[in-house]
């Protein structure tokens, strides 16, 4: 499967959501959490150590989880069989479960000043910047092909609205 994203076939975008970002994100979370724990304990004190931000990726892991379930078990499904009426209600969730998330990034970047490193920053911090600045990068272009792309064909006046 290429990177591009199938986005003129809803059925095949809901597939490719789940491998490429769904997957990722499952694997991506954990370790960036494990990190930040590292981070804030080794530098505990530190004026710019990311305090709090283990939990915020931990709370995130399952936050998301729930949310990724509920579109592999119930939203995606429904999509693939062509939407439907009703399709507008678990949309709706979702968006407002994106809305959620997208605070949590927020709070990520405010937490990490951006994801400035500070000076003399150790592998494990310089790692941790960089592993969230692509669970970011990852995260708001999933969000987008949900929000953008494959909602609004299921919402009123959509094309594949039932």
């Known amino acids: 499967m290429s ?22 994100h499952r694997n991506q979370l954990p370790s960036l959490a494990e990190m930040a724990e590292r981070v804030e304990n080794v530098h505990f004190g530190d004026e710019d150590v990311p305090e709090g931000l283990s939990a915020v990726l931990r709370r ?15 939203l ?8 439907g009426p009703g399709i507008e209600n678990p949309i709706a969730v979702m968006r407002a479960d994106h809305d959620d998330h997208s605070a949590e990034v927020a709070e ?19 790692a941790l910047y ?9 995260f708001e ?6 929000n953008d792309v494959l909602f609004p064909q299921f919402e009123a006046g959509g094309v594949a609205h039932g």
């Open 130 to 138: 960089a592993g969230l600045d692509e669970f970011i990068t990852d």
């Open 76 to 83: 995606f499904p429904a999509i693939r069989r062509g939407g």
């Open 141 to 146: 272009e999933h969000m987008r092909l949900e």
């Open 3 to 24: 990177d591009a994203a199938p986005i003129d076939d809803a059925a095949e975008l809901t597939r490719y959501i789940e491998t490429r970002y769904h997957a990722r």
């Open 108 to 126: 990520i970047r405010r937490l990490t000043a951006g994801l400035t490193l500070p000076q003399g920053a150790c592998g494990t911090w310089t």
């Open 60 to 74: 995130m892991i399952g936050e998301m989880e729930v949310h990724m379930k509920k579109e592999e078990l119930i």
